[in-house]
């Protein structure tokens, strides 16, 4: 098998060189280029380097991890992208999944784990860890039994826009109170715990389209 091409998008010179010793380490991935912002990207993909996959930072300059992932799906929907990130809040994850992130580990992973992402993105477009999997796995089981109503169906296609939960609850013109009651009676009808759980489903279930 030919190495996976693999570049590495990082606004931090120390961590992407740190990054690219540590994949040395593997026979089976290869870094072929390393930038510091979407906008460097761009431009690596001008010269004619066309990675598998991309490492890519959540926060950076210029251009950052959410608006380079929309470029690479529109433009490269081969390249599959691997987010990279400090931080594991709903926000990020669920932003990263809707621009077309296949997976989501923290920068503070296990190498093995980083290897084990890159090989699933390659082959099969989609790395789900322990972070986020068993939200993903619950948010995708589709009970028969689920009854949601029609403002709860509403709160769970807005839960999947960038609106704040505030924000929700006045484009929907109910209380905040009553916000907290559609999500709560989602969470246990769904069998998830998290924001990032209702979108998920709300993706799978087809209510939402990325």
Known sequence: MKPIKVVIVDDHMLFRRGLIALLKDYD????IGETGNGKQLQELFQSGKSPDVVLMDVNMPVMDGYETTAWLKEHHPTTAVLALSMYED?????????????????KECNPIELRAAVIALKERGIYLNEMVSGK?????AKPTDVNISAKENEFLKLCCSELTYKEIAEKMCISPRTVDNHRESLFIKL???SRV?????????DLYQI
């Open 191 to 193: 069998q998830v715990k």
């Open 197 to 205: 759980g209702l979108v998920l489903y709300a993706i799978k279930n």
């Open 90 to 106: 709903d926000n990020s994850v669920i932003k990263m999944i809707k621009r077309g992130a296949g997976g989501y580990v923290l």
């Open 28 to 31: 089976e991935l290869e870094v």
């Open 136 to 140: 993903m796995f619950r948010s995708f």
